[in-house]
């Protein structure tokens, strides 16, 4: 499988591998949204990213709202694709409360 570049997805850079196949089939990322609930999801993304990946969230906060979970969507963005420790450190802190709501 050929590994592709960091960045927005083009003509240059395109997609590759299952998530090429499920966007050719016609998947979008509200699809996949959906599969995930009621599990807490955690988006991390660039400013690169394009509005409707963040947009799609909410269809993913409306399908946790309607199996009764709160709390469960987090996004945040940073100026390029590559963590810094600032990003690393929420992520982890996502990961704790996530967790530990699942314990309960």
């Known amino acids: ?10 003509a240059e850079n395109p997609r590759t591998g299952l998530y090429k196949e499920l966007v050719d089939a016609g998947d979008n990322l509200v699809d996949f949204h959906a599969l995930m609930a009621p599990r807490p999801v955690l988006v991390s993304g660039g400013t690169e990213d394009p509005p409707r990946n963040w947009q799609a969230l909410n269809h993913l ?5 309607l199996l009764g979970q709160k709390r469960r969507v987090a996004m945040m963005s940073r100026s390029t694709h590559t963590p810094t420790a600032e990003t690393l450190e929420l992520e982890l802190a996502f990961l704790e ?3 530990k709501r699942g314990s309960k």
């Open 1 to 10: 499988m050929t590994q592709r570049k960091p960045g927005v997805p083009s």
């Open 61 to 65: 906060i409306a399908v946790n709202d």
């Open 97 to 99: 409360y996530g967790l």
